[in-house]
């Protein structure tokens, strides 16, 4: 759709989504640093490296914890899509984070050890923080190696050079990458910490973000559940009532084979086309319909709804899809389309 | 098959439930109140 490459397409909306992360972390460092030495057990005062190492830490755990909870609360409610559009940013800030936290550990306790300093961390566990057979620094180095992974192979390019399927499997080690740092937390900060305060804010993270996924898990399959089966087995695929899908928005079903379709309503009249974007797979189907085009969030390619084309100059083009009114229910013909085929859009009430 | 996808998610996560906050727990539950003379110190300048 573009003929100049640009290695970052900056929008007005990514620049306040980026914004607003790098102050919210700011922010929280400020507080941390501001009330951490209060909360601390009066017999091991803080010191500045300690309280920085700390401030990192927690705060790239806080954010790891966040960038897992948009997918779920995304599911829950739309009004949170917004922040799943651009959330390889926050992935990349949390590695930066993350960093910085290990830079701090790696400058203050091991500046002028006889070994390199990765070396020397990882041969060496802190006096009084080793459980039999549990050490924790190698659980954090190896979050960080992933977190590292996966900013490397956040870009765009990354994408398209290891296709959606490879690029999304890999992009699941963040799932490997929030189990080590909840050992990295459970068996290391957690047993320094002096007061209760860090345990229950990791507890009430830990808990709030299985609590969400298991919601969101259970709404999918209460809805699937919804669906007849005789309807399931019958060659038309049922979507739902035409009033499920509010005006210039998008809803996604699934067919038997778990290709994802995408059904807008524009106007009074509803649209199915495939939920994956020609440009890079982007979900068309949490877009939103912009200037009569279907709008993908991720990188703004448009098509149009009668014939899933992308509007002259461009060449791109969607698979369509046939609907029909049947007691009340919209149903979608499983069958695709060619890519630009058009379809009269269906009426509904 | 996005039914079968989406009910491993939710064992994953139901295990995950368990698994997590177990973690945190047992790691809090079986610290130890150390002296100060116990904490981490910075290795010395050669």
């Known amino acids: 759709m573009s003929a100049r490459f640009v290695p970052v397409s900056w929008t007005p909306a990514k620049l306040v989504y980026d914004a607003v992360l790098v102050a919210a972390v700011l922010l929280y460092l400020g507080l941390y640093i501001w009330v951490a030495p209060a909360l601390a057990d009066p017999r091991m005062a803080l010191d500045g490296p300690t309280l920085m190492m700390r401030a990192y830490g927690s705060c790239a755990f806080l954010l790891l914890t966040l960038a897992l909870a948009i997918g779920p609360l995304a599911r829950l409610d739309p009004r949170f899509l917004p922040l799943l559009y651009n959330r390889r940013h926050l992935g990349v800030l949390t590695c930066l984070v993350a960093l910085a936290h ?69 992009h699941m080690l963040i799932y490997v990458a929030y189990g080590c740092v909840v050992l990295h937390l459970g068996f290391g900060a957690l047993q320094a910490a002096g007061s209760p305060v860090l345990g229950l804010v990791a507890l009430g ?73 020609a440009h890079q797979n982007g979900p068309l189907g949490e877009g939103r319909v912009v ?15 009668e014939d899933g084309c992308a509007p002259p100059p461009y060449s791109e083009k969607l698979a369509t899809y046939r609907l029909r009114l049947a007691d009340g229910l919209v149903l979608l013909d499983p069958r695709p389309n060619p890519p630009g085929t058009p379809v009269p859009p269906l009426a509904v009430p | ?35 100060p003379a116990e904490r981490p110190v910075r290795l010395a300048p050669p």
């Open chain 1, 102 to 170: 290990a830079e701090a550990v790696l400058g203050w306790y091991f500046a002028f050890s006889d070994t390199p300093p990765l070396v020397a961390v990882l041969s060496s566990e802190p006096a009084g923080l080793r459980l039999p057979g549990v050490a924790f620094i190698p659980f954090g180095v190896a979050a960080l190696l992933i977190l590292l992974l996966l900013a490397a192979t956040s870009h765009d390019f990354w994408l398209a050079f290891l296709g959606p399927p490879l690029w999304k499997a890999l």
């Open chain 1, 205 to 277: 993270s830990v808990g709030l973000l299985v609590t969400l996924h298991l919601l969101a898990a259970r709404r999918e399959a209460a809805a699937d559940a919804a669906v007849a089966p005789a309807w399931r087995e019958a060659p038309w695929r049922v979507v739902g009532p035409p009033e499920a899908i509010a005006e210039g928005r998008g809803h996604v079903v699934h067919l038997a084979d778990g290709e994802p379709v995408a059904v807008f309503r524009h106007e009074g009249r509803l649209s199915a086309v495939t939920n994956l974007c």
């Open chain 2, 1 to 35: 098959m996005q039914r079968r996808h989406r009910a491993v998610h939710r064992r994953v996560w139901l295990a995950l439930a368990i698994l997590l906050p177990a973690i945190l727990l047992a790691g809090f539950a079986l610290r130890e109140d150390r002296s």
């Open chain 1, 291 to 305: 200037d009569g085009c279907i709008t993908c969030p991720w990188h703004g390619f448009q098509y149009r709804l």
